[in-house]
């Protein structure tokens, strides 16, 4: 049976966005209803005889009609937080909702519930009252049985689809929606809201008021015209919120800048950020604001400046912190914040948030229209839970392959690094020490003794240097390899239309029990450094082990090096032995001044470049060992970042 198709609805204050969306696919379309934007203002007209008009119609409409149109109209908007307490509200609710159903079909719009699945936003903190109240409002305006879902889990499904990894999602975040007529904050862990909270009269409407009162300051004679107009209502909530989403965009992009706006024939404002703050510091509601909460049975002391002047950035920052304080949420548990609403596009919202929470901007998620992410995400619900199973079934198919190729990928970094330190070796060692000794022996002759106490000295002496050697390469292959990881993962999860984990694979956190730290006493910075010293003392203990323990005596008794002295003593023996006989030849071969002939024919270049091709072989073999110790580990962090991830996609099934 084909999943059923999703009409979701945030319902706000001063706008309402419905967007649609496939049952089984990721393609959320919002609902343009003739004026070329998303959405729609939530107002109605009422006209004397005539259909309700919505939206934008009804706030033109009723702003051009004449003083004598007007007498025949009734013009309604922020009706939707009353709905709970105010008959007239729900009514003015209802016949919107259902306006909208009416116009959708007279432009062709596909919007029928009858056919679809129906998810209303509902804020975090609304209790079952307010659910209740939105449901009856819902089915009495021809939408059927709805669905309601808390208004943040559309916000996290948007960031879903479009920046956020499915792993973050489970973490801890806060979700704010600030917006026309609320303020709401939920912490969010693992799919499920943990505390939710927020001010029900805290929202853009009173900056509206705020602007409604900055222009009849600044315009002696705008409340005269504004009330032979009849038109008080009007100005303040539609024409003010205008100008104020206008300056507000504009203070997001640049603070210093001054706006100034004609507002029709009542004047103009001349606005700068530093007035704007000033006067939301001291806001109090204007009389008209008053006359309005009154005539709808609402109490205008419970509103923030209903009772005197308050701090409306600082009732913002109150607010989240008294919430943080009661459910007992610690600030470093909050990963990232999630920002929705139109008015979190005030600058000072990030400001606040960033200050308070210790939080870098890149942990605040704020889509370029966050007014539409609710409607959006929750029409994406159903088939971004489709789509989440059947990509962790592709997933899991995959992974044993990926994890080869991670594999291939450590193997490949730790083999290059064993190179390059071999190959440092080779040069350092071989070629600036033992070469020259060699080189000296071949010109000069002398005894074996002689040249494997130079060689036995030069490995010996080698040990300061080995630490400057390999310590550099393992630091760079510990700090490249979380990117290069990285980016095989960003590359597979893309391929799903997943966006990769922000946890990287941390080598510096390897748990080999082979590895030790240093006895040492490591101040801070020291301490991140520690793993790498360790890794690196490990791999220079055994390589020092190899080339220079016993005062160098195992480099002349094992390996390349004690391959070509053993050459050189056999030549000896050889040519000892004719005049002395085998078993005395081998006891004084060592202590013979061999002559430069006999050293020639025996150490030719060819021989002393194999002997460095053999030591450096040597030295890369061991190195690869003692890196590829750690491969475990390593590859059990990604293997546990993967599966998390993929784990990740059910727990977000199940929001």
Not at 33 to 42: E, I, N, S, V, Y
Not at 189 to 200: H, L, P, Q, V
Not at 283 to 305: A, E, H, M, R
Not at 520 to 534: F, Q, S, T, Y
């Amino acid at each position: 049976m084909p999943a059923k198709n999703v009409l979701a609805i945030d319902f706000g204050t001063s706008n309402t966005y419905y967007s649609k969306c496939p049952g089984d696919k990721l393609i959320p379309e919002g609902i343009d209803f003739g004026d070329g934007r998303d959405g729609l203002a939530t107002a109605i007209l009422y006209r004397k005889n005539k259909t309700p008009l919505i939206g934008n119609k009804a706030s033109e409409e009723y702003g051009e009609a004449t003083q004598q149109e007007s007498r025949h109209y009734k013009f309604r908007t922020y009706f939707k937080p009353e709905i709970v307490s105010s008959d007239e509200a729900r009514k003015n609710a209802v016949d919107f909702l259902s306006t909208v159903l009416v116009d959708a079909k007279n432009q062709f719009l596909d919007i029928d519930p009858k056919t679809r699945q129906v998810i209303f936003g509902i804020p975090c903190q609304a209790d079952e009252t307010y659910r209740q109240a939105l449901t009856d409002v819902a089915e009495k305006a021809g939408y059927g049985r709805i669905r309601t879902v808390p208004e943040p889990i559309g916000a996290v499904i948007y960031h879903l689809k479009e920046d956020l990894p499915v792993q973050d999602a489970l973490k801890g975040f806060l979700a704010v929606d600030f917006g026309g007529g609320t303020c709401d904050f939920a912490f969010l862990r693992n799919g499920k809201i943990k505390a939710a909270w927020g001010d029900m009269h805290l929202g853009g409407r009173l900056f509206d008021d705020l602007f409604y009162q900055w222009l009849l300051e600044s315009n002696p004679d705008a409340y005269r015209l504004i009330k032979a107009d009849t038109k008080e209502f009007f100005v303040s909530t539609y024409l003010c919120r205008e100008i104020k989403e206008s300056f507000s965009q504009t203070m997001a992009r640049n603070q210093s800048e001054q706006v100034s706006r004609a507002m029709r024939h009542y004047g103009r404002i001349k606005m700068t950020w530093e007035d704007f703050v000033n006067r939301a510091k001291k806001y109090t509601l204007s009389d008209t604001f008053k006359k309005y909460l009154i005539d709808i049975g609402q109490d205008p002391t419970v509103f923030p400046g209903g009772n005197g002047e308050v701090d409306l950035l600082k009732q913002f920052h109150s607010c989240m912190v008294e919430g943080l304080r009661k459910y007992q949420i610690d600030k470093h548990d909050i990963r990232f914040v999630i920002l929705a609403g139109g008015s979190s596009l005030w600058p000072f919202v990030p400001e606040i948030l960033m200050r308070e929470l210790l939080i870098e901007k890149q942990q605040i998620k704020r889509s370029e229209r966050p007014y539409v992410a609710i409607s959006a995400g929750l029409s994406m619900w159903p088939a971004q839970q489709l789509k989440f199973r059947k990509t962790q079934n592709k997933l899991k198919e995959q992974l044993p392959a990926f994890t080869k190729k991670i594999e291939k990928l450590i193997d490949d970094q730790c083999d290059a690094v064993a190179a390059e330190i071999a190959q440092e070796i080779g040069t350092e060692l071989f070629d600036k020490k033992i070469y020259p000794i060699l080189k000296k022996f071949k010109s000069e002759g002398g005894s074996v003794s002689l040249l494997k106490k130079e060689i036995a000295g030069a490995g010996a002496g080698f040990k300061t240097k080995i630490p400057k050697i390999v310590e550099p390469s393992v630091t760079a292959l510990l700090t490249s390899l979380p990117q290069q990881v990285h980016d095989l993962i960003d590359d597979w999860f893309k391929k799903h239309e997943l966006v990769t984990p922000d946890e990287r694979v941390d080598p510096r956190q390897v748990n080999s029990s082979e590895i030790e730290a240093p006895a040492v006493d490591l101040d801070l910075m020291k301490k991140i450094e520690k793993p790498i010293l360790a890794i690196s003392s490990v791999i220079g203990g055994a390589i020092f082990a190899t080339i220079a323990a016993g005062e160098g005596v195992v480099l002349i008794v094992s390996g390349p090096i004690g391959w070509l002295i053993g050459l050189i003593v056999s030549m000896a023996v050889f040519y000892l032995a004719a005049k002395y006989g085998m078993d005395k030849a081998r006891e004084i071969a060592q202590d013979w001044h061999i002559p430069k002939y006999v050293i020639k024919a025996t150490l030719t270049e060819r021989k002393i470049k194999k002997a460095r091709e053999k030591l450096v072989i040597q030295m890369e073999n061991l190195v690869k060992k003692n890196l590829r110790d750690i491969k475990p580990d390593l590859q059990s962090q990604i293997n546990r970042q993967i599966e998390r991830e993929i784990e990740a996609l059910n727990e977000v099934q199940n929001f």
